[in-house]
């Protein structure tokens, strides 16, 4: 590893690639001084910093217009992840509960068809076991 003096060494004895003039900051309050009072004598009050306006092109309308709606697809798109993964997520368990909702309306209807027939069988057995003359009169017939 290098040492720091090698270093500093090795900097200044590079040549700097960009150089002042000679005098330059000798005469450069007089010379601002001079172009300040050259424009006052204009007639401007100081350097106006403003460009002038242009007639923007069907370019930059073209790049003003996606710079206008570039925001809105990002908010449209991250809505349409945000019900994607919500649709995701969510569906497997509303489907998960209506196929156990659809069950336990399955059982509930067998079971009343089993009552309800258990109900018609008891009928017609206690209704042929008091009517013991009919299968008298049957027999006798024979």
Not at 46 to 61: D, F, N, R, T
Not at 81 to 87: D, E, G, P, Q, V
Not at 92 to 98: F, G, I, L, M, N
Not at 109 to 126: C, G, H, L, P, T
Request: aromatic share 10%.
């Amino acid at each position: 590893m290098e040492n720091i003096e090698d270093i500093l060494a090795k900097n200044k004895a590079k040549k700097e690639p960009f150089k002042v003039p000679e005098g330059y900051f000798e005469d450069f309050e007089a010379r601002l001084n001079a172009r300040i009072d050259a424009l006052e004598a204009e007639g401007g009050k100081g350097v106006k910093m403003e460009a002038p306006a242009a007639e923007p092109s069907s370019e930059s309308k073209k790049h003003g217009i996606w710079l206008t709606l570039k925001p809105l697809l990002y908010v449209a798109a991250c809505i349409i992840a945000l019900y994607a993964a919500t649709y995701i997520i969510v569906q497997p368990k509303v489907r998960q509960a209506a196929i156990q909702e659809a069950k336990a309306a399955e059982q509930d209807s067998i079971n009343k068809m089993a009552r309800e027939y258990e109900d018609f069988y008891q009928y017609f057995v206690e209704d042929l076991d008091d009517d013991d003359s009919m299968i008298d009169y049957l027999t006798s017939n024979n």
